[in-house]
Every structure is written in C-alpha cells, then in structure tokens.
C-alpha cells in the first residue's frame, strides 16, 4: 500500500485530528460490530455443534451456515402457476382497499385457498415435489460446506475482496485485548491479476497507529523506505514459495473473472 508524498499529507490540528481519530475509531467499531451481530445472529439460527470462527470463515466464503428451508406445498404450486395467480390476486387485492401492509400475509391466504381446490391426488403429489427439492437443496448445502477449504478460484477471489470486512474486527480485538499493535500480511498469486504475485496489509487498530513524535505519524509516513522494505521482503519470499507455471488455469479464470465484473 503506497505512502502518500510527505508535501501531500494533511497537516491537522491536534481539534482535527482528535475529532477524525473518533470518526475512524467509530466507523471501526460500526463494522465490528455488524460482523459480530451476523456472527451471533448465525451462531443462533445455525443450532448446530460448529463453533462460531467456523462459522464466520463460511459466511466470507459465501456458503453461509443454514440450511435452506422447506418450502410448504401451496408455495411450490404458486411458483408454478404465478403469472395468473398473481394477475387473480392482483385484481382482487385491489377491488379490496386493504392496506398494503396485508399484502404478503393475503397473498399466502390466497395461494392456501386456490392450493385446497386441488383434488387430492394433486395435492400430494405437490407435497412429494417440495420434499424431494428441498431433500436435493440440503444435499447441495452440505457438499458445499464439505468444500470450504477447497474453493474454485473465482470463490477465493471473491472472499479475498472482502477479506478486510471478515479481519478488522478481529484485529482491533486483538489490539484491545493485548493492547499491541497488529498487522497481518496476506501474499500470493491473485486470480483477477492473472496470477501476479501480490501482498496485502490489514492493519488493525488504525485510529491508533501512530508515534510517539511531536507531530504522530503512521510507519509509512514515519519511515517510508523501511516501509516498504517489510513488503518486498515479503513478496521476495512469495517468489519462492509459487511457481508461475503451476497456474495453467490462469486464462480461464480470469475470463470467468471478467464475465461476473461485466453482470454487476
């Protein structure tokens, strides 16, 4: 991460820098703590043996933790039917007035009413289908799961882009837990980069990572030379540690890269 020039530094008042030091230090804790609600939100719902940090590395990998649920008969057939339930239910919610507030609690109503015409061979023959598609959508969950470790290269790049979200907390709880300062370096081929060795620092804590000089500086502005020497030693070990011609798959990957950039 490059250090701004020195003649292009913000020079701030100690009122200023107090003042921006509480906004960063709040906007931390701000995304601190959606990580740790969801977390806890997870550990709730999951009611399962996994243990919290586990389930936190499935929801950066986009898996998620809960299995999805069953969808009762009369949804399925509605999903099946819903143009013209919806054209049905359309015109007689809006002969009724009713409050839009009612309209997904009378739109399941509807769809019970409509379901219970059905004659009962019919009916249980929509019950087997919602069984079998939920049977069929846990079994995917759970070979998901099953590949945590082992995702496509198109998934680790997606979790590597909003790896910051999943560390800041954790860094900011090991600062305050061990009042030190914590920096974490991620290093190696990145897949949109075709394979291009690259490093990563997280730093934890950051409304705090400054000297003890008369005017606090960061490391990179303190020392930039040593700064940036921590990187490239860093990566000069990467360079030992992959070999570029075991990325065959490199062409394709950054094509499929390419294609999910190109639908947002």
């Known amino acids: 991460m490059n250090q701004l020039p020195p003649n292009l530094l913000e020079r701030l008042s100690p ?114 289908w919602a069984q079998d598609m939920h049977g069929a959508q846990v079994e995917e969950a759970e070979i998901c799961s099953s590949k945590l470790m082992n995702l496509p290269p198109e998934d680790r790049q997606d979790c590597l882009d909003h790896i910051s979200d999943f560390f800041y907390s954790i860094l900011d709880g090991v600062h305050e837990l061990l009042n030190m300062h914590v920096t974490i370096l991620i290093g190696g081929p990145e897949l949109k980069k075709s394979g291009q060795l690259n490093v990563l620092r997280l730093i934890g804590s950051l409304n705090i990572e400054t000297n003890l000089s008369p005017i606090s500086k960061t490391w990179g502005e303190a020392d930039e030379e040593k700064y940036q020497l921590v990187t490239q030693n860093f990566k000069e070990f990467l360079c030992t540690a992959y070999n570029p011609r075991a990325w065959p798959e490199k062409e394709a990957v950054q094509k499929k890269l390419d294609q999910q950039q190109s639908k947002k």
């Open 15 to 128: 009122a200023e820098e107090q003042m921006k030091n509480k906004s960063i230090n709040s906007w931390l804790h701000y995304q601190a703590n959606k990580i740790d609600g969801g977390l806890r939100h997870l550990t709730h719902a999951n009611k399962s043996t996994k243990d919290p940090f586990t389930i936190l590395l499935e929801k950066l990998s986009g898996l998620g933790s809960n299995l999805p649920k069953c969808l009762v008969p009369w949804e399925c057939f509605g999903k099946d039917l819903l143009k013209k339930l919806v054209n049905d239910f359309d015109n007689d919610f809006q002969k009724s007035g009713k409050s839009t507030n009612l309209q997904a609690k009378l739109w399941n109503e509807f769809l019970q009413v409509e379901f219970n015409k059905l004659q009962p061979l019919e009916k249980k023959a929509w019950v087997k």
